[in-house]
């Protein structure tokens, strides 16, 4: 069954820390995977995307990596801030149909408290 | 920012009412998509559309209908709401799927909360 497992649920870190947030996914066959930060209201707005041959990508204080073998996958937020509160959520894409599937994760809910 | 709206925003409406949830988007795409999502849980996907005149049903069984009239709107129709459909709608575009990852990021609107009562 393909699925999208998220840890931690929630976290709650103080304004300048960093953070590491995790996904796992038994997706089949791999297309790729996004990060997406959702605020609270809001709809997702993608942060990163990766392909099978892409390890590591940033996009500012986000960077996530990617482990193809042992379907893993990490958000890290480096010296994070208040605006930074929302949920995280890891969303992967098959290679089995021509819409390119989207599996989500429950999201992680980070608070950064100041 | 992406160019996707919904409206409205939020809607507490009673029981039996027929509703109509509004999505545009401004980017040309041809994909769009509904999802429907609950507190602290997935987003599932109940409606999407490869273009004008294009609609399937997602994974999640909906009592709601859609159409693809025109390639920017993507409405979403519940003839008789009910407290079960209590949910947040969120609407979504991409510009090609299958084809270069680039384009197959998928926009989201800011969503729909809707309440039944």
């Known amino acids: 069954k393909n699925q999208v497992e998220q840890s931690p649920q929630s976290l709650i870190i103080l304004e300048g820390k960093n953070c590491t947030l995790q996904c796992n996914y038994t997706v089949s066959p791999f297309s790729n995977l996004r990060w997406y930060k959702q605020d609270t209201g809001r709809g997702p707005v993608s942060l990163t995307i990766m392909t099978f041959s892409e390890n590591t990508k940033s996009n500012g204080r986000y960077t996530a990596t990617l482990d193809a073998d042992t379907k893993q996958s990490s958000l890290h937020i480096t010296a994070s801030q208040l605006s930074d509160s929302a949920s995280y959520i890891c969303v992967v894409s098959d290679r089995g149909s021509t819409l390119g599937r989207l599996y989500f994760g429950r999201g992680t809910q980070l608070t950064v408290w100041p | ?117």
């Not at chain 2, 039996?16 to 602290?40: A, F």
């Not at chain 2, 947040?88 to 799927?97: I, K």
């Open chain 2, 1 to 117: 920012e992406a160019d996707i709206y919904q409206t409205p925003r939020y809607l507490v409406i009673g029981t039996g009412k027929k509703i109509t949830l509004e999505c545009s988007q401004t980017m040309g795409h041809d994909k769009m998509y509904w999802y429907q999502q609950d507190p602290g849980m997935e987003l599932h996907l109940i409606h999407y559309s490869y273009g004008v005149n294009s609609t399937e049903k997602g994974d999640l069984s909906s009592e709601s209908t859609v159409s693809r009239i025109r390639t920017e709107h993507f409405p979403l129709t519940l003839e008789s709401a009910r407290p079960s459909h209590t949910s947040q709608y969120l609407c979504a575009s991409s510009e090609t799927s299958g084809g270069p990852v680039a384009k197959n990021i998928q926009y989201f609107g800011a969503g729909t909360r809707l309440s039944v009562l």
